[in-house]
């Protein structure tokens, strides 16, 4: 599951990290980027927030490992490119471990 918010402060913050919080069984992650509420979709094939969701299904249709990348480890493309933060768990452990909530950006 990846939820993503356009701002830096959103009515659904509370409602979004709520959600998170439950989801203890499959990766998830909210990827953030403060371009506004309508994100990049008017731009050339949906813009950046398109493909962090073309990234998403790659990764999680196809095994892709380079779409992983995007969202996996310390070192992830969301996780050190300006101005993209993430939060995330279950997405840097194998299937059955446990992970605690990374936030990241």
Not at 14 to 35: C, G, Q, T, Y
Not at 59 to 65: I, P, T
Request: charged share 25%.
């Amino acid at each position: 599951m990846v939820a993503e918010r356009y701002q830096t402060r959103h009515f659904l913050d509370r409602v979004e990290s709520d959600d998170f919080d439950l989801i203890d069984h499959v990766p998830a992650a909210i990827v953030s980027l403060p371009v506004g509420h309508g994100g990049t979709f008017n731009d050339a094939n949906g813009g950046r927030v398109t493909q962090v969701d073309v990234a998403w299904l790659d990764w999680q249709l196809r095994h892709d490992a380079r779409a992983a990348h995007w969202f996996k480890g310390a070192d992830c493309r969301l996780c050190t490119t300006a101005p993209w933060t993430i939060r995330k768990k279950h997405i840097d452990v194998e299937r059955g471990e446990a992970q605690r909530p990374v936030t990241q950006g």
